[in-house]
DNA sequence: TAAAAAATATGAGATATCTCACATTATTGT
DNA sequence: ACAATAATGTGAGATATCTCATATTTTTTA
């Protein structure tokens, strides 16, 4: 990570503004910062003292069980808060935050906590950022109770398909539709023998779009 | 659902005060209700306009899937915020809420919402509750995934079996675990084989508290 | 209090998903 | 350019979980 001034921060500043954020001039308190792609943002189990709002940028959020086994929560996309429940609540740890892009996030330092927790402007926007977070972790947690891998990879095809093209790292997906690696492999080689997939060099073929949104709208 | 007046209005508001969630004077905009056993707070689909504060009682949050599959996804206990989030976005529907028990709330009338959104002591209270919320489903949607039913029963059991005695509805609660009836019951006669649990008039004793704990421990 | 509805119970067979073992390609760091 | 590391791919066998059918008991309601 490294901390960006002069133009850059300028750049970014007049790119992303973010004065409307708050009632009070952030200006003193805020940084620009630049994480390179695979860098970690919170290290899992650690106690950040710091709010970034990421505005360039994709990252992935883990957690460790204690089993060993490691899941992918969720991906988070820019614009995002991150480590902003360590902010309202005292000494909370934090779950694990690793790039996938370079990414730029505005960090906050914890000196002006009083300045935010007494500003209804930023809290509202928290408000909001918060309860679709909530609503969000709300609806993926139940369909993955009520639906097979079939209908969620399905699902998770048509979002992430780049031209009629999937292309996305099994070790990745499996991990964040909560299956095994193998098992993944054996719902998408089903679909290319059902002929709703190809597979070719540059990634699997959408051949049926029909028949997958079919599958896939099962899901809401 | 009925409004109370006089007495048991007082009464409640003696016993649970919320006068320091705001910063100004919410009782014109206050009612107190109180919803019978079984009776539905938010019908699924619904556009609410009012804010609760449950100060009294349970409750059970619902989604209906396109695939007909109900889920409970949470059981609600006071004190907490319900239609919050649609008081922060527009127009947002909710999922249904049927109460356990006889249960008591502030409703919060919508004609306060600017008063609302501009209040920075309501609005914090507000992002406290709402990170909880969203750290909760996001555990309980990771161990969901990470860990087989023996291990989730166990933890459910310990938390809520009452004096060594485990004694729920079956119906409900594998809904809430997210598991078919078949399955709870089957894994259920094997806590019973292995002599972890024993099947009496009463509900399932626990005989095996080392055991149970074992396995449930693994779930963090 | 009889009939209807809900909850409990259990068997049998299917399917979704996992673990492990191992071989084969990329990709990446030095 | 080579070794190390990560990603891909596949088989075989186990296990977790589901669906459906059906019977019994308990609770609710007219």
């Given at each position: 990570?490294?901390?960006?001034?002069?133009?850059?921060?300028?750049?970014?500043?007049?790119?992303?503004?973010?004065?409307?954020?708050?009632?009070?001039?952030?200006?003193?308190?805020?940084?620009?910062?630049?994480?390179?792609?695979?860098?970690?943002?919170?290290?899992?189990?650690?106690?950040?003292?710091?709010?970034?709002?990421?505005?360039?940028?994709?990252?992935?959020?883990?957690?460790?069980?204690?089993?060993?086994?490691?899941?992918?929560?969720?991906?988070?996309?820019?614009?995002?808060?991150?480590?902003?429940?360590?902010?309202?609540?005292?000494?909370?740890?934090?779950?694990?935050?690793?790039?996938?892009?370079?990414?730029?996030?505005?960090?906050?330092?914890?000196?002006?906590?009083?300045?935010?927790?007494?500003?209804?402007?930023?809290?509202?926007?928290?408000?909001?950022?918060?309860?679709?977070?909530?609503?969000?972790?709300?609806?993926?947690?139940?369909?993955n109770q009520a639906y097979p891998l079939e209908n969620r990879l399905?699902?998770?095809?048509?979002?992430?398909?780049?031209?009629?093209?999937?292309?996305?790292?099994?070790?990745?997906?499996?991990?964040?539709?909560?299956?095994?690696?193998?098992?993944?492999?054996?719902?998408?080689?089903?679909?290319?023998?059902?002929?709703?997939?190809?597979?070719r060099k540059t990634g699997y073929q959408i051949i049926d779009k029909?028949?997958?949104?079919?599958?896939?709208?099962?899901?809401?």
């Amino acid at each position: 990570m490294h901390i960006l001034t002069a133009e850059a921060r300028t750049h970014y500043l007049e790119k992303y503004p973010i004065d409307d954020f708050f009632s009070f001039d952030i200006n003193p308190y805020l940084e620009v910062r630049q994480f390179d792609k695979g860098e970690w943002i919170f290290q899992e189990g650690s106690f950040p003292d710091t709010v970034y709002y990421m505005i360039e940028g994709k990252a992935k959020l883990y957690m460790t069980h204690k089993n060993g086994k490691v899941s992918l929560i969720e991906y988070l996309e820019a614009p995002l808060f991150m480590g902003e429940i360590e902010l309202l609540n005292e000494a909370r740890y934090t779950k694990g935050i690793q790039t996938v892009t370079k990414t730029i996030c505005y960090s906050i330092t914890q000196s002006c906590k009083e300045k935010l927790l007494a500003d209804a402007l930023f809290l509202r926007r928290l408000c909001v950022f918060l309860g679709e977070k909530a609503t969000k972790m709300t609806s993926k947690y139940t369909q993955n109770q009520a639906y097979p891998l079939e209908n969620r990879l399905a699902a998770f095809i048509q979002l992430s398909a780049d031209q009629g093209v999937y292309k996305e790292k099994h070790t990745e997906i499996c991990e964040y539709l909560g299956v095994s690696y193998r098992h993944l492999l054996y719902v998408l080689a089903q679909f290319c023998d059902e002929r709703i997939l190809e597979k070719r060099k540059t990634g699997y073929q959408i051949i049926d779009k029909n028949r997958l949104a079919q599958l896939a709208q099962e899901v809401l």
